[in-house]
């Protein structure tokens, strides 16, 4: 029996990618700042019925508080990190916690090392496609990295988790290099679909925000097409796959961008309004450019043999809004028809 440890267990990505885990016949071991707490850690116990799942409790900010969590694993996903993205206080709440929560995990990486095959960072898009760059479909891959200058001169509301994200990559990149450690590197877009538990995850809930018509997310999502330059999203579960894969192929080095769909707020609007005309469109965004100015590319991963089950909008979409019905965060439509076929 293969085994891995998810950090960050009760979070959208990781309890997903935990359930993936379990389905696949791995034992897993999932860390949690506090297992006590049935709000946060409930979900996570419920899958122990799914096969072998041991919680522990492991917090960024304590070194060595992984170190048995991490033991005798042949994998370590790294999906735990600080997530505070409209901070005040930038520097204190994300940039410094967010490096100092991946030297904590390396180091009990190292300690593990003698039966750890691989460990698998969960980074960001946001640690890639933020630049000064003009034009539009600029395809970006993994050698490309956020302007840090840009950043941290101009200091848009979310710069401080985009910083956050590059700098605690980069120190990875460093620490894994000297302490001979096997690394990949997961850079996923905007992350949709429904959550294993009954709450959707606020990426869900930012995705569907031009349906649900509010107006703080809204603000949000324009912000993100006008700093990164595009609307680009992966549905959770080839997310989930995604991490698995890397992490099983042998010869896969470095950075993958996993990213389906990459598209702008208007085209995602007319989209919208085509494929579900039940539902009322609460928002114009036709002031913002039509076409997204940045093209996040999944071809070193797709070349590496990975296939995307939910490859386009509605794949994406059709799924995200039934499961958002489900737990009463969009109101189903009167005649219980959520889409037509585009074209009908």
């Known amino acids: 029996m293969p085994s891995a440890c998810v950090t960050g267990g009760n979070g959208f990505l990781a309890s997903a990618l935990i359930r993936q885990l379990l389905e696949k016949g791995y034992a897993v071991n999932a860390t949690v700042r506090d297992p006590g ?20 409790r492991a917090d960024l900010e304590e070194e060595g508080s992984f170190d048995e969590a991490f033991n005798g694993c042949d994998y370590v996903f790294l999906v735990a990190a600080p997530v505070k993205i409209m ?28 039966t750890l ?27 490309a990295w956020s302007d840090l200058t ?3 001169t101009t200091k848009p509301r979310t710069w401080g988790y985009a910083v ?7 120190e990875a990149i460093k620490y894994a290099e000297e302490n001979e450690l096997s690394l990949v590197r997961v850079i996923p877009s905007l992350i949709v679909g429904p959550a294993v538990g009954s709450v959707l995850a606020n990426s869900t809930q930012l995705s569907l925000c ?35 894969f890397v992490a099983e192929e042998k010869v896969a080095a ?16 007319c989209f919208l309004r085509m494929r579900y005309p039940q539902r009322r469109l609460t928002t114009d965004c036709s002031d913002l450019p039509e076409k997204s100015k940045v093209i996040l590319s999944s071809e070193k991963l797709i070349k590496a043999g990975f296939e995307f089950k939910y490859s386009k909008l509605e794949d994406i979409y059709d799924e995200t ?20 076929q585009i074209g009908e």
């Open 164 to 170: 956050s994200k590059v700098l605690a990559e980069k």
């Open 210 to 244: 031009l349906l649900s018509g509010n107006e703080g997310m809204i603000r949000g999502f324009r912000q993100m097409q006008c700093l990164s330059g595009s609307i680009s999203m992966v549905h959770v579960e080839d997310l989930c796959r995604a991490h698995i």
């Open 254 to 269: 470095g950075r993958y961008i996993c990213s389906a769909v990459n598209t702008s707020l208007p085209e995602l609007a």
């Open 37 to 56: 707490n049935e709000q946060k850690a409930g979900q996570l116990k419920q899958m122990q019925s799914l096969g072998t799942l041991t919680i522990f």
């Open 150 to 152: 840009f950043l941290t």
């Open 117 to 143: 095959k691989r460990v698998i960072l969960t980074s960001s898009a946001a640690a890639v496609s933020i630049n000064q760059l003009e034009g539009v479909n600029l395809v970006m891959d993994e050698e």
């Open 87 to 114: 901070s005040e206080n930038p520097e204190e709440e994300l940039i410094k916690p967010a490096i100092k929560g991946v030297l904590n995990m390396f180091k009990s990486c190292v300690k593990t090392k003698a």
């Open 321 to 340: 809004i039934r499961s958002a019905e489900a737990v009463g965060f969009l109101t189903p439509t009167a005649n219980g028809s959520t889409h037509v």
